[in-house]
Nanobody, 122 residues
Framework: QVQLVESGGGLVQPGGSLRLSCAGSGSIFSINAMGWYRQTPGKQRTMVASITTNDGDTYYADSVKGRFTISRDDTKNTVYLQMNNLKPEDTAVYYC???????????????WGQGTQVTVSS
């Protein structure tokens, strides 16, 4: 079994900051990419940021470039999303995603966290 547990969401005023964390546990053999997605009611889940584990390449959605930073701690199987200068349009449920291989498998697949609410409002 693999579990991804997120933390760090909440209510923040516009211009404020939050840091999301997502820790993976269980029978993880290898992770090749980690990412954060977000979703609002009635809309598709979209990628916010991602990072590869072999060379640390990062990707950011245009709407968050310069404000959000993704990082990882391989020793803890954890990915972070530092969110600065938050705007009301950043309000969403944020989900982490790992593309990983379990010890019992010979292929990589996608796993999701349970989601954490981020609300930006005055």
């Amino acid at each position: 079994q693999v579990q991804l547990v997120e933390s760090g969401g909440g209510l923040v005023q516009p211009g404020g900051s939050l840091r999301l964390s997502c820790a993976g546990s269980g029978s993880i053999f290898s992770i090749n990419a980690m990412g954060w997605y977000r979703q609002t009611p009635g809309k598709q889940r979209t990628m916010v940021a991602s990072i590869t584990t072999n060379d640390g390449d990062t990707y950011y959605a245009d709407s968050v470039k310069g404000r959000f930073t993704i990082s990882r701690d391989d020793t803890k199987n954890t990915v972070y999303l530092q969110m600065n200068n938050l705007k009301p349009e950043d309000t969403a449920v944020y989900y982490c995603n790992f593309n990983l291989r379990r010890g019992s498998d010979d292929y990589f697949r996608s796993y999701w966290g349970q989601g954490t609410q981020v609300t930006v409002s005055s």
